[in-house]
């Protein structure tokens, strides 16, 4: 039978069956193009993601990023940038932004600290991992603000509020395709389709 042309090979996430992974462990695995990330001490294997993927990141970085690194409010980053908070060690968010006053938490080539906003692209070889074990550590750790893109819907899950008990925002909202996003906690807004527009192959 001949190939289907249009198949392509999927985004992998693999994860280790025990949870004695640390960050001295992560620091020893090689550099071979995949991220590695320790989840609540359970390692996190991830494969390269698509141009798409790719090409959402550097969106955010241009809509977001590099307007407040410009305003003099922020320090944007992407992956690959080790974040190490409690629950992750590390975390390598798609996206992260560090107000120009906790600049502290930039250190020895990682993130050492709560970032001021995480944003991640969900993929659809394992979507929990970042809408429930990203969500909840991320909330435990108290980040501000934490955005969830949706390449597959076009659309954007926004949360804000954490509650580090219980590992909950108090506040969520779902931004649909033709609408605009304010963030709660940062001086960010644009409209969603100009995430996802113009994007020369959209494969997931």
């Not at 750790?141 to 390449?151: K, W």
Request: hydrophobic fraction near 40%; include cysteine; charged fraction near 20%.
């Amino acid at each position: 039978m001949a190939a289907n042309p249009t198949m392509t090979l999927p985004h992998l996430v693999l994860r280790s069956l025990d949870r004695g992974w640390d960050y001295a462990r992560w620091e020893g695995l090689p550099a071979d193009g995949n991220r590695y990330e320790v989840l609540d001490g359970v390692l996190y294997m991830t494969t390269s993601p698509s141009n798409y993927h790719q090409w959402i990141d550097i969106q955010l970085l241009d809509l977001v990023g590099l307007p407040l690194r410009r305003k003099g409010i922020a320090y944007p980053f992407v992956a690959p940038i080790g974040l190490l908070i409690p629950g992750a060690q590390p975390a390598q968010p798609d996206f992260l932004l560090v107000r120009h006053e906790n600049a502290g938490i930039i250190s020895d080539g990682r993130i050492r600290g709560l970032p001021d906003l995480i944003a991640e692209i969900l993929s659809p070889s394992n979507p929990e991992l970042d809408t429930t074990t990203k969500l909840g550590i991320y909330a435990r750790a108290g980040v501000p603000e934490y955005c969830i893109v949706r390449p597959a819907t076009r659309d954007l899950l926004l949360y804000w509020g954490p509650d580090r008990a219980t590992g909950i925002y108090a506040r969520e909202a779902l931004i649909a395709p033709d609408g605009r996003l304010a963030s709660p906690t940062l001086p960010v807004e644009f409209a969603i389709t100009d995430l996802f527009d113009g994007a020369p192959d959209t494969t997931l």
